[in-house]
């Protein structure tokens, strides 16, 4: 479902994504880790064209960007028709204020898909109803908590149809006790067979929830594998180095002492 091959970006003198080749198979539940600075929100943003890396291919589902040197870049037109697969979510929940929660979630399939109102209205309520907030849909954003708010942000996502969802640090600007009620969601979504690629700090989530964990660290894959043998027993030195900051309240007791 998503492929990167090569992919390369930097800003200035400063390389922050130094040849990455990842894939992520359709249903795949991809978590990225690693400490701030090392490239995981960028990789993110190069997979939804957010960021346009110099060189390399990007695959999501059947569409293609291939940057290789010399090769033209694409146009606004592909770029949105490209992006409107990917479902993003970041870490501030970037609602809009003037609209109520479910103009919020109606909006993108009105504007861009030019889906009638009432047809959206109706998805629009169904996903409020998935994320637990149907009861909302006439509040304003500003009268929900932070978590509440992300939930309305994941169901404007999947408002969108998309293939493949990207969570940025979905959770970091939350509340600790509203941490759970976004990463039921996600869960829920993973059960689903929604293919995602996750940034987080979640160390126990991921391993419950990703199929794989790419660990990076200066912009480079430092190691990959299965979710509880990455965060488990961890090959990589500097893997074990990245998981021993965590609380061995939020890992297993195996990752923990790794």
């Known amino acids: 479902m998503i492929e990167l091959i090569h992919v390369k970006k930097s800003f200035g003198a400063v390389s922050v994504l130094k040849d990455i080749s990842l894939r992520v198979p359709r249903g795949g539940v991809v978590a990225l880790i690693g400490p701030s600075g090392s490239g995981k929100s ?38 949105a028709a490209f992006r409107a697969r990917t ?40 996903l409020l109803d998935k994320v637990g907030l149907r009861d909302k849909a006439d509040v304003a954003p500003d009268k929900l908590s932070g978590g509440q708010k992300q939930r309305v942000a994941i169901a404007r996502a999947l408002a969108m149809k998309p293939e493949v969802m990207l969570f940025d640090e979905a959770t970091s600007a939350l509340d600790p006790e509203l941490v759970g009620e976004v990463l039921a969601v996600v869960r829920q979504l993973a059960a689903e067979g929604m293919t995602m690629v996750l940034v987080t700090h979640e160390m126990a989530f991921a391993r419950e929830v990703a199929d794989t964990v790419v660990f990076m660290r200066d912009g480079v894959v430092v190691e990959d594998g299965p979710a509880r043998q990455v965060i488990d027993t961890p090959r ?20 923990a002492n790794a």
């Open 236 to 255: 990589e030195a500097a893997t074990r180095a990245f998981l021993s900051h965590f609380h061995s309240g939020r890992l297993p007791a195996a990752a």
């Open 42 to 79: 960028t990789l993110l943003r190069c997979l939804n064209l957010l960021t346009l890396p110099e060189s390399g291919v990007i695959r999501v589902g059947r569409s293609t960007m291939d940057f290789t040197n010399g090769h033209q870049l694409p146009r606004d037109k592909d770029l």
């Open 87 to 126: 479902g993003m979510v970041f870490q501030n929940f970037n609602l809009f204020p003037h609209m109520s929660v479910i103009r919020n979630v109606m909006e993108g399939p009105v504007t861009v898909l030019k889906v009638r109102p009432d047809e959206a209205r109706q998805t629009a309520l169904a």
